[in-house]
């Protein structure tokens, strides 16, 4: 960059404004606040008109201090200091020289949610690598994206040159690889996100189901406490009735005890203590049988972990045969129009006489001048269409992609 022109530029784009940048109403409010001499009240003061100024103003002041005061702090290099700048600027800026050194004083306290950055230009071809975070690509694709609507207006103002042209085709192609890489990055997160609230539905799941495992294990010690008391209290009854009725006395416990081993709640009792076994629940057994749809589809039972496998093979196959299906018809009617063409040349005769007209032209430079020209133009355009061709083929896939996902939305559980 020429720094001399560049600030030749900002100085005659300051020079140029409507009015002055602290407006005409005020101008007058801040040479008086510059004459103060407590700091103190100075700095309040100045906080105080400046926010009264309008936003553009408010900006433009902000970014023009803040880079002065880079310069300054850089002295030892610029070889610029605070009264220098200030008898260069003060002039263009329509404001007195203490005016002007007073608000590069408190700059950074008038515009503290202003911060300078390294400027760095936007990727060409000769670019090493894309970005590799969400947040560099995004920053990244803005700065293509001001760079592509810059092109775009010089280009409609009829600065068209075979440069512009291929900057142009350069910065798309850049575009398009940046949002490529951003929703690739969207889908890992998606992924990411999707696996993590799976993990916590497991993990609510294994606790829900401790404890209805902790419950069912309450419920079988208290019927074993149960069966228990009951076997002590039948012991205890057969004592107490040691009588010559003995034996009809003993079948009524008996009798318990065997309806209460035969109910479906209670434990099985053992002669040397007490155990429960509790049946494990049987695994779903998982079906390979094939269903076939109306449309041709082949479906395996939704409890099948193959099931929604199967089915993105299927539309995927589907979208791809459409695919090939358009190709070989644009193939088809190109083929016709190259027929067409031969037959219109063939059949004019128009164009062999006028081969014959002047041998002498063909010899000329100004058809060597000619002919390289259209082949230089018709290499561009080769370029340019190969370019197209692969960008086409990349966009088809991800239409692919796009609506084999809509479809399987159907089909799932």
């Not at 404001?95 to 950055?117: E, N």
């Not at 406490?225 to 003993?250: G, L, M």
């Not at 395996?300 to 190709?327: F, G, S």
């Not at 061709?389 to 084999?404: D, S, T």
């Amino acid at each position: 960059m020429d720094v001399p022109i560049a600030c030749g530029l900002l100085k005659m784009f300051l020079r140029e404004l409507p009015e002055p940048i602290l407006t005409t109403d005020l101008s007058s409010r801040f040479e008086e606040v510059a004459s103060h001499s407590q700091v103190s009240q100075q700095e309040q003061e100045l906080v105080c008109l400046v926010e009264q100024l309008p936003s553009c103003n408010r900006t433009l002041l902000s970014w023009m201090f803040m880079h002065v005061d880079a310069v300054t702090q850089n002295e030892d290099f610029t070889k610029m200091n605070a009264q220098n700048i200030a008898m260069l600027l003060s002039p263009t800026l329509q404001m007195s020289h203490r005016l002007f050194v007073a608000i590069l004083c408190h700059c950074s306290t008038l515009f503290a949610d202003t911060s300078l950055h390294k400027y760095v230009p936007p990727l060409t071809a000769s670019s090493p690598n894309l970005p590799e975070t969400p947040d560099e690509i995004s920053l990244e694709l803005r700065k293509q994206e001001s760079l592509l609507a810059q092109i775009h207006a010089e280009m409609n103002a009829g600065f068209v040159t075979k440069k512009r042209e291929e900057q142009l085709w350069e910065v798309q192609r850049i575009i398009t690889q940046l949002k490529r890489k951003l929703r690739s990055f969207e889908k890992k997160s998606d992924c990411v996100q999707k696996s993590l609230d799976d993990t916590v539905d497991g993990d609510i799941s294994i606790d829900l189901n401790l404890q209805k495992s902790k419950l069912s294990c309450s419920d079988d010690e208290s019927s074993i406490k149960t069966v228990t008391a009951i076997s002590t209290e039948s012991a205890t009854n057969t004592e107490a009735k040691n009588t010559p009725q003995e034996t009809s006395d003993e079948t009524g416990p008996t009798e318990r005890k065997a309806s209460i081993a035969e109910s479906p709640d209670a434990a099985m009792v053992k002669t040397d203590g007490l155990s429960v076994h509790q049946s494990a629940p049987e695994a779903p057994t998982v079906s390979d049988k094939v269903t076939v749809t109306d449309n041709g589809f082949l479906l395996l039972p939704q409890n099948h972990p193959e099931y929604l496998t199967l089915i993105r093979l299927q539309l995927e196959n589907q979208e791809l045969v459409n695919w090939k299906a358009q190709l070989q018809a644009r193939i088809q009617s190109e083929r016709n129009e190259i027929v067409q063409m031969k037959k219109l040349i063939v059949g004019d005769g128009s164009v062999n006489a006028a081969v014959g007209v002047d041998t002498s032209i063909t010899a000329s430079e100004e058809y060597e001048k000619l002919m390289a020209h259209y082949m230089k133009e018709n290499a561009l355009l080769e370029q340019k269409r190969q370019m197209l061709a692969k960008e086409i083929f990349e966009e088809n896939k991800n239409l692919i992609q796009m609506q084999v996902e809509l479809a399987l939305n159907r089909y799932r559980i």
